[in-house]
């Protein structure tokens, strides 16, 4: 099935407090979407990459990821003013024959390659997939004075992670009646399962970190030292 990778990169990071797109933050003197592009660009996909970046931000990203993949062709959008906004922009540019959307963030550059190809094969079987990890540490739901509330049981929760991958027809009608609904989501698996798709959990992997807050940036290169020594 015809495959195509679109990545949210709208964000700025603030938490990070670099003052430029989070995508554009450099670990390992390079920025976060080339580690992030380098790895997925491993697997073959149908149609270019789509990438989605922040409001007046086209030509600073065309211009970085030329200078990284001359020979590549991306798709370089402008997204909105939400992770959602920005993921339904980049649904709008898809190729008419592309029949599986992965959607991968950005600020993942660590994600195995198996996840991602896991994720495609239940999208094909399911409709609808998305990477998670099990919750290891117990779970406290406070309430609005911060006194403990409930223990969750752990056993059924499962930290979400990207890439989620959805057949194309799914993940654009779901989009299509959020944003008719005015309803708003943090991920696009959350989105599709509302919706009433069912959505299928692919075992994920802790190396698969989001990078949020400025430590996340020396574990980055921890990484990188570890990935690159381990191809010598």
């Not at 660009?41 to 030329?66: C, H």
């Not at 290891?136 to 409930?150: G, H």
């Not at 890439?163 to 194309?168: A, D, G, L, N, T």
């Amino acid at each position: 099935m015809n495959t195509q990778l679109i990545i949210p990169a709208g964000g700025f990071g603030t938490r990070l407090g670099r003052g430029i797109p989070k995508a554009l933050v450099t670990i390992g003197k390079k920025p976060i979407i080339y580690w992030t592009l380098k790895k997925l660009l491993k697997i073959r996909w149908s149609f270019p990459p789509i990438i989605v970046t922040p409001q007046n931000y086209e030509n600073t990203f065309k211009n970085a990821l030329n200078s990284h993949f001359q020979n590549i062709n991306f798709l370089i959008i402008e997204g909105g003013h939400e992770r959602q906004h920005s993921v339904y922009n980049g649904l709008r540019y898809l190729h008419p024959e592309t029949e599986i959307v992965v959607i991968h963030d950005c600020a993942r550059p660590f994600v195995p390659l198996r996840c991602v190809e896991e994720s495609i094969e239940k999208a094909k079987e399911i409709g609808s997939a998305t990477v998670a990890i099990p919750v290891t540490d117990t779970i406290l739901e406070v309430d609005e004075k911060m006194y403990l509330k409930s223990t969750p049981n752990r056993k059924i929760l499962y930290k979400c992670q990207t890439p989620q991958s959805f057949k194309k027809q799914i993940i654009v009608n779901s989009h299509e009646k959020a944003k008719q609904q005015n309803l708003l989501f943090t991920d696009d698996a959350s989105l599709v399962h509302y919706m009433g798709n069912p959505v299928a959990i692919v075992f994920g992997d802790p190396i698969n970190i989001k990078i949020t807050l400025p430590y996340d940036i020396a574990i980055s290169e921890y990484l990188l030292g570890i990935e690159n020594s381990d191809h010598n």
